[in-house]
């Protein structure tokens, strides 16, 4: 689970405080956001999504009342958006900063994975690593020169996180045929319907692929 991943990283932060020797950059992943889709007797995709969500608000929440709090920007990014299309643009992911410094609410602007790269680069005083970083566009809107240092509070899910998904289902049957060892190898259109069915329901359409505008596009930048 990735609350047991999040308490280790808690335990060695604690740790790296305690020696004085806290990073400047950390890297930390949770992967249980990518889930066993409906396979029978494994973790279901709602508990497994709580879990990641949980695990994430719990770091947020130890970082935000440690002494390293006043000086940490947290970037949030899902790897990719498991061909999964919403209301906008089938190539959107969610993408969160976390930081007293953060100005907080939606900032609707288009940006990739190198532009936030690019953010950190410029925070740490780094050179760039690619092309494409040398490129990208750093966050520089996204701040406030006043912090909050408030601490954050992680909300108690009401999901069970021990949930498992039932057998002989046709869903359980259709997961089978997934292969799940690693991330972004299973045929993704079909894992998609498998939870969009799970989640939805069989009478609500799947939606299609989406492309955003020109004009929201224009507007974004």
Same mark, same amino acid.
């Given at each position: 689970p990735d609350i047991e991943r999040a308490k280790v990283f808690i335990a060695d932060l604690a740790g790296m405080e305690r020696d004085g020797k806290v990073p400047r950059f950390m890297v930390l992943r949770l992967g249980n956001d990518h889930t066993s889709g409906t396979s029978a007797g494994k973790i279901s995709p709602l508990s497994a999504m709580t879990d990641n969500d949980l695990a994430l608000g719990i770091i947020v929440e130890a970082i935000s009342r440690s002494a390293i709090w006043p000086r940490t920007a947290i970037f949030v990014l899902e790897d990719d958006a498991q061909n999964g299309p919403d209301h906008v643009d089938s190539h959107r992911s969610p993408f969160f900063v976390i930081s007293p410094y953060a100005a907080g609410g939606v900032f609707h602007r288009f940006a990739n =994975? =190198?532009?936030?790269?690019?953010?950190?680069?410029?925070? +740490?005083? +780094?050179? =760039? +690593?690619?092309? @494409?970083?040398? @490129?990208?566009?750093p966050l520089r809107d996204i701040w406030r020169t006043t912090p909050d240092l408030r601490p954050y509070a992680a909300l108690t899910p009401s999901v069970n996180l021990n949930d498992v998904n039932p057998p002989a289902t046709r869903e359980a049957r259709e997961s089978a045929r997934l292969d799940l060892r690693f991330e972004d190898i299973a045929d993704e259109v079909l894992f998609n319907h498998i939870l969009w069915r799970m989640m939805k329901g069989e009478q609500t359409p799947y939606p299609g692929t989406r492309r955003i505008s020109q004009l929201e596009l224009a507007r974004a930048r």
């Open positions: =994975t =190198t532009d936030v790269i690019a953010t950190m680069e410029e925070i +740490l005083g +780094l050179g =760039t +690593l690619s092309q @494409f970083d040398h @490129f990208g566009r």
